[in-house]
């Protein structure tokens, strides 16, 4: 009895292996065809690849990526006759036929029985990949037109990594140029798909190359910055500053991070730096007002804001500005005032006026400049009620009209 079981397995054995080799030779012989069956044809390669006794096999690997070749080769040749070729499958098949190929090349990497290493289907990989090698462009530029970011930055990888391979030392297959160009695609594309890891792996590598330096600098500071890597986003601006300093994006960011974490200090000396850099901006001392303002320095504050109309006497958010300082030195005046006796009270609350008609024409200014902010608006309406004049109920209608 066991030995009719083993001899059953054995039998048994033997036609799966002989059935998944049979599976490879009628691909091959399906791909000859003038019409293959291609779907039949990767379902066969499907059970192959997946099977303990042949997927081992180089061979079997070699025919599933040519398999694949064949498939974006019919539908790319489509264009030449002016047809439209099925995009998605002529792409998703040359990206397939690549893993494939890699596999064949590293299968026949592994010695034989006798020690020998047999190249026949890794040479035959090179020959493909070498025709393949710009069509990984143009399957990066369909998935990234298409917002499918991670197939883009496959498709864009692959086209780096072909250089690469060690069947290629020696050879160049394409100008730096170019391939600097691909990498920055790639890089994008990574971003976008959410891999700031990739994103930035590459965008370290082109920082140091010559190619579009600045905005380089600027995509790997917002990866850094999207990473929360505080030390590293703050390091690629203060580079990107030096570089570039007629750019406004390093040294704002700069000056906002240092804001943001509490390093006061430090963004006055980069506003310094900045002003220094760039004198014709107003922004800059805008902000050094802001800076000076909440740390209730106000006549510094006011003297930066000026500094910012000098520049630009139709600067908005300078003119906005001003009429903040005053409206809000005004109510802190009137919120203290109540505390007071009433003589007292009466005093400090003409004080208080004086601000709200020293922060009105800067605040009207403002407000026609920009007539939907609603902080011009809520202060303007402030200072018409204390000055109990009746262009407060206009005020009030706009705060209803942009909501609580």
């Not at 600045?214 to 890597?229: F, G, P, T, W």
């Not at 800076?291 to 930066?304: P, R």
């Not at 007071?340 to 403002?366: N, T």
Request: charged content about 30%.
């Amino acid at each position: 009895m066991k030995r009719i079981i083993l001899s059953a397995v054995l039998c048994l054995a033997v036609v799966s292996v002989f059935s998944q080799k049979k599976n490879v030779t009628a691909v091959k012989s399906e791909m000859a065809n003038s019409k293959p069956n291609f779907t039949e044809a990767e379902k066969l390669m499907t059970e192959a690849k997946n099977d303990p006794e042949t997927m081992d096999n180089p061979e079997t690997w070699y025919v599933s990526g040519s398999l694949e070749d064949k498939i974006f080769s019919t539908e790319n040749s489509k264009l030449l006759l002016k047809q439209t070729p099925d995009e998605p499958v002529m792409y998703e098949a040359l990206i397939k036929s690549y893993g494939d190929f890699l596999k064949t090349i590293d299968l026949e990497k592994i010695p034989n029985e006798k020690g020998k290493v047999n190249n026949k289907f890794t040479k035959q990989v090179k020959s493909i990949l070498k025709v393949d090698h710009p069509y990984y462009v143009n399957a990066g530029a369909y998935y990234y037109d298409k917002r499918a970011y991670d197939k883009a930055y496959e498709a864009f990888n692959i086209y780096l990594d072909i250089p690469k391979m060690d069947i290629f030392k020696g050879e160049k297959l394409v100008e730096d140029s170019t391939y600097n160009q691909i990498m920055f695609y790639a890089a994008y594309s990574a971003g976008y798909a959410g891999d700031s890891i990739n994103a930035v792996k590459l965008l370290e590598i082109l920082k140091d190359k010559d190619y579009e330096k600045e905005q380089v600098y600027a995509s790997l500071s917002d990866e850094y910055r999207d990473m929360k890597d505080t030390v590293k986003f703050m390091n690629i601006l203060k580079e990107g500053s030096q570089l570039f300093p007629k750019n406004l994006y390093f040294i704002q960011s700069l000056i906002n991070l240092c804001i943001n974490s509490g390093q006061i200090p430090e963004a006055m000396i980069y506003l310094d730096d900045a002003i220094k850099q760039d004198p014709t901006e107003p922004q800059y001392w805008r902000v050094k007002g802001d800076l000076y303002e909440a740390d209730k320095n106000f006549d510094k504050a006011l003297d930066a804001y000026q500094e910012s109309l000098k520049i630009n006497p139709e600067y908005t958010a300078a003119i906005g500005s001003i009429g903040r300082l005053y409206y809000n030195q005004g109510f802190d005046i009137q919120s203290k005032a109540n505390e007071k006796s009433i003589r007292e009270s009466q005093a400090e609350m003409e004080k208080a006026k004086d601000f709200y008609k020293k922060a009105l024409p800067y605040l009207e200014k403002a407000h026609q400049a920009d007539p939907t902010e609603r902080q011009y608006i809520l202060a303007l309406y402030g200072v018409y009620y204390a000055l109990n004049m009746p262009q407060m109920d206009e005020m009030e209608k706009l705060l209803n009209d942009t909501g609580n």
